[in-house]
């Protein structure tokens, strides 16, 4: 086969690739990463390069205008490699694969236990133990002696499990350590058992990690199970989305001939790339870590463990499990210390998991009076209902335009994204704020929320979702995509292109919206209660943090309910993780929780598509659901 060239503007970097290549791929084996949210199925239209020379065989996509095409862009995925090339990733492109995950400052955790609300309960401990040597009128074993001292310390040494491997080493660790030792110790259900033994005293360093294993971030707290406080944190994007970016294209990847194999080891590089850096800035060492806990959607903990996914999206949609036993981390590969176990937070359903699980533990509603009602708004959206008598949930696809796909300038929340919109009312000229405040590349969830909004405030925008045509300026034209609105000039970005918001834009967040919204009103009837009932609305996830909360109502994605009733939880999937790391009561509760809580299954219900279509109109088909913004349309005297 014959070997080529690509050489990759602006760094000049060199690429080799082999005759017949796809693009695509030839750059992510070099290292070079590109948006690819469809997983190169050629549907996101994201994987953009400029051939500037060279030989390749593109194929035409309908994402791409004519005069791009002219000046040579074409998709990764779809283009093969044909002889040397030269290529430039163009700046919408490099913007969105350098995008960082922003951390949160502090563990919402911490500051209950600043405050003393929660207590320590950890399910592993290390003891330090001291024994008296054998003697010939004390010749018992070495294990009983110290089976013994545990019990004076209140572990059950009737009980006491102890693997072969500390069998082992248990007599070189006494005599080396001059019979002074650390033991840690696992509480079972029937006891307890030995993880290690190590000489001396090793009982000032005893840490633990909280992993949310997102679709598309991973991220992890190094928390001392001495305190409970975080320690250090990180969080990278799961390198599983060089495979798909939602769950149903890593399921289907799952199913090519070492998808599954490595989609669970792309996913653990990413945990072992972040545990080694938390380590490092810790100045800890992987020996320190003796337990995990991991909360994550039902397909990202099969994909962790390498559990073939693919029933979860057939129906009646079934999980292999949604309840874990421990696992050994070394059986995983995690780099950590070899005796550790990870535990993952049980999921409610096949698409209710272990991070809404969490994220309910987090919440505390299924403690409290209030009727309250939670999301966690992706790809998916997960809803759950409920107070301290029941909990129903349900999860509806709102697809990726949240995130950027699906919109023609969309991308994540990253340097260089518009992230807020305001439409002058007299002008109709818009003024946004970009990530960084850089040259903007693209626009950003919030930021096509906000415009979205704004454009149906100021009439722009029809309740259909359809651009004015009567409206004559500037900023609104026809094009190959239909008609379009431009949010800012060529001249004025970083890609020297226009960046607008087209009709087909605004309706893939239609329906994004529309989904999120009837799943809510769908739980809700289903429960015999109705919008106004809702006493707290707790958003959570990334794309909740930027969240403009009246636009996000304008439009009707949320509720119009009083604002004072929304909170933004941050992420709850974590928090929940380092909850059930920190106390065993709560990780029961958690497991009470998984247990009684009702799953809806809305894809096939009549009832919610009846919601849904209602809900594909700004802000509803219902107006009196939404009389708020209809008293503010009244106020700008927008008509239809
Ligand atoms: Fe190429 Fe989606 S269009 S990755």
Same mark, same amino acid.
């Given at each position: 086969?014959?070997?080529?060239?690509?050489?990759?503007?602006?760094?000049?970097?060199?690429?080799?690739? @082999?005759?017949?290549?796809?693009?695509?791929?030839?750059?992510?084996?070099?290292?070079?990463?590109?948006?690819?949210?469809? /997983?190169?199925?050629?549907?996101?239209?994201?994987?953009?390069? =400029?051939?500037?020379?060279?030989?390749?065989? $593109?194929?035409?996509?309908?994402?791409?205008?004519?005069?791009? *095409?002219?000046?040579?862009?074409?998709?990764?995925?779809?283009?093969?490699?044909?002889?040397?090339?030269?290529?430039?990733?163009?700046?919408? @492109?490099?913007?969105?694969?350098?995008?960082?995950?922003?951390?949160?400052?502090?563990?919402?955790?911490?500051?209950?236990?600043?405050?003393?609300?929660?207590?320590?309960?950890?399910?592993?401990?290390?003891?330090?133990?001291?024994?008296?040597?054998?003697?010939?009128? &004390?010749?018992?074993?070495?294990?009983?002696?110290?089976?013994?001292?545990?019990?004076?310390?209140?572990?059950?040494?009737?009980?006491?499990?102890?693997?072969?491997?500390?069998?082992?080493?248990?007599?070189?660790?006494?005599?080396?350590?001059?019979?002074?030792?650390?033991?840690?110790?696992?509480?079972?259900?029937?006891?307890?058992?030995?993880?290690?033994?190590?000489?001396?005293?090793?009982?000032?360093?005893?840490? /633990?990690?909280? *992993?949310?294993?997102?679709?598309?971030?991973?991220?992890?707290?190094?928390?001392?199970?001495?305190?409970?406080?975080? =320690?250090?944190?990180?969080?990278?994007?799961?390198?599983?989305?060089?495979?798909?970016?939602?769950? *149903?294209?890593?399921?289907?990847?799952?199913?090519?001939?070492?998808?599954?194999?490595?989609?669970?080891?792309?996913?653990? /590089?990413?945990?072992?790339?972040?545990?080694?850096?938390?380590?490092?800035?810790?100045?800890? @060492? $992987?020996?320190?870590?003796?337990?995990?806990? $991991?909360?994550?959607?039902?397909?990202?903990?099969?994909?962790?463990?390498?559990?073939?996914?693919?029933? =979860?999206?057939?129906?009646?949609?079934?999980?292999?499990?949604?309840?874990?036993?421990?696992?050994?981390?070394?059986?995983?590969?995690?780099?950590?210390?070899?005796?550790?176990?990870?535990?993952?937070?049980?999921?409610?359903?096949?698409?209710?998991?272990? &991070?809404?699980?969490?994220?309910?533990?987090?919440?505390?509603?299924?403690?409290?009076?209030?009727?309250?009602?939670?999301?966690?708004?992706?790809?998916?959206?997960?809803?759950?209902?409920?107070?301290?008598?029941?909990?129903?949930?349900?999860?509806?696809?709102?697809?990726?335009?949240?995130?950027?796909?699906?919109?023609?300038?969309?991308?994540?929340?990253?340097?260089?994204?518009?992230?807020?919109?305001?439409?002058?009312?007299?002008?109709?000229?818009?003024?946004?704020?970009?990530?960084?405040?850089?040259?903007?590349?693209?626009?950003?969830?919030?930021?096509?929320?906000?415009?979205?909004?704004?454009?149906?405030?100021?009439?722009?925008? &029809?309740?259909?979702?359809?651009?004015?045509? +009567?409206?004559?300026?500037?900023?609104?034209?026809?094009?190959?995509?239909?008609?379009?609105?431009?949010?800012?000039?060529?001249?004025?970005?970083?890609?020297?292109?226009?960046?607008?918001?087209?009709?087909?834009?605004?309706?893939?967040?239609?329906?994004?919206?529309?989904?999120?919204?009837?799943?809510?009103?769908?739980?809700?009837?289903?429960?015999?209660?109705?919008?106004?009932?809702?006493?707290?609305?707790?958003? $959570?996830? /990334?794309?909740?943090?930027?969240?403009?909360?009246?636009?996000?109502?304008?439009?009707?994605?949320?509720? +119009?309910?009083?604002?004072?009733?929304?909170?933004?939880?941050?992420?709850?999937?974590?928090?929940?993780?380092?909850?059930?790391?920190?106390?065993?009561?709560?990780?029961?509760?958690?497991?009470? =929780?998984?247990?009684?809580?009702?799953?809806?299954?809305?894809?096939?219900?009549?009832?919610?598509?009846?919601?849904?279509?209602?809900?594909?109109?700004?802000?509803?088909?219902?107006?009196?659901?939404?009389?708020?913004?209809?008293?503010?349309?009244?106020?700008?005297?927008?008509?239809?």
């Amino acid at each position: 086969m014959k070997q080529f060239t690509i050489t990759v503007y602006p760094e000049k970097k060199k690429v080799a690739a @082999s005759e017949g290549d796809v693009l695509l791929h030839a750059l992510k084996e070099a290292g070079i990463r590109l948006p690819s949210p469809c /997983g190169g199925q050629g549907t996101c239209g994201k994987c953009r390069v =400029i051939v500037k020379g060279g030989r390749c065989h $593109a194929s035409a996509s309908s994402h791409l205008r004519k005069e791009e *095409i002219a000046q040579g862009y074409c998709l990764a995925c779809l283009t093969l490699v044909e002889g040397d090339m030269e290529i430039e990733i163009p700046p919408e @492109s490099r913007a969105a694969a350098g995008a960082k995950i922003l951390l949160e400052e502090k563990s919402v955790v911490q500051d209950k236990l600043v405050l003393g609300k929660w207590e320590i309960e950890t399910r592993t401990h290390r003891v330090h133990v001291q024994l008296h040597p054998p003697r010939l009128d &004390d010749p018992r074993s070495d294990i009983e002696r110290l089976r013994a001292d545990l019990l004076t310390k209140g572990f059950s040494g009737d009980r006491l499990h102890c693997s072969l491997s500390v069998l082992r080493k248990l007599s070189k660790v006494l005599r080396d350590g001059d019979w002074q030792l650390t033991v840690t110790l696992m509480d079972l259900m029937d006891g307890v058992e030995i993880l290690d033994v190590q000489p001396g005293d090793q009982t000032q360093y005893h840490l /633990g990690l909280a *992993i949310d294993v997102g679709t598309t971030s991973v991220v992890i707290y190094l928390i001392d199970l001495l305190t409970g406080l975080v =320690i250090e944190s990180a969080a990278d994007y799961n390198a599983q989305i060089e495979c798909g970016e939602d769950v *149903i294209t890593r399921i289907i990847y799952a199913r090519t001939s070492t998808g599954l194999k490595k989609l669970q080891q792309l996913v653990i /590089g990413t945990i072992n790339k972040l545990i080694k850096g938390i380590l490092h800035r810790a100045g800890m @060492s $992987a020996e320190h870590i003796d337990c995990a806990v $991991a909360a994550g959607n039902t397909t990202m903990i099969h994909l962790l463990l390498g559990i073939d996914p693919r029933y =979860i999206r057939q129906e009646p949609y079934i999980p292999t499990i949604s309840s874990v036993p421990p696992v050994k981390v070394a059986e995983l590969g995690f780099e950590v210390n070899n005796h550790a176990y990870l535990y993952c937070l049980p999921a409610v359903a096949s698409y209710v998991g272990g &991070d809404i699980t969490a994220g309910i533990l987090t919440t505390g509603m299924h403690k409290e009076n209030f009727l309250t009602l939670f999301i966690d708004i992706g790809t998916n959206g997960e809803i759950v209902l409920g107070n301290s008598d029941w909990l129903v949930s349900a999860s509806c696809s709102a697809g990726p335009a949240f995130e950027g796909a699906g919109v023609l300038h969309g991308m994540r929340a990253a340097p260089g994204a518009i992230e807020s919109v305001v439409i002058d009312q007299n002008t109709l000229e818009p003024h946004f704020s970009v990530i960084c405040n850089l040259p903007p590349v693209g626009i950003c969830g919030s930021g096509i929320i906000d415009a979205m909004a704004e454009m149906f405030l100021t009439g722009l925008l &029809d309740r259909k979702g359809k651009i004015r045509g +009567d409206i004559k300026i500037p900023r609104i034209r026809e094009s190959e995509f239909g008609r379009e609105y431009i949010l800012a000039w060529a001249k004025d970005t970083d890609t020297k292109k226009d960046i607008v918001i087209t009709e087909i834009d605004i309706n893939n967040i239609l329906r994004a919206k529309g989904a999120v919204y009837a799943g809510c009103s769908t739980l809700l009837k289903e429960m015999g209660l109705s919008i106004k009932d809702i006493e707290k609305f707790l958003i $959570a996830g /990334g794309f909740g943090h930027y969240l403009n909360i009246r636009n996000a109502v304008v439009i009707g994605l949320l509720p +119009d309910i009083p604002y004072d009733r929304f909170r933004y939880l941050g992420n709850s999937s974590i928090t929940g993780g380092h909850l059930a790391l920190l106390s065993q009561k709560l990780w029961r509760e958690a497991e009470h =929780i998984a247990r009684s809580t009702t799953y809806f299954e809305l894809s096939t219900s009549t009832a919610f598509m009846n919601e849904y279509v209602a809900a594909l109109f700004l802000p509803h088909t219902n107006t009196s659901l939404f009389p708020n913004v209809e008293a503010t349309l009244r106020e700008t005297m927008v008509t239809d």
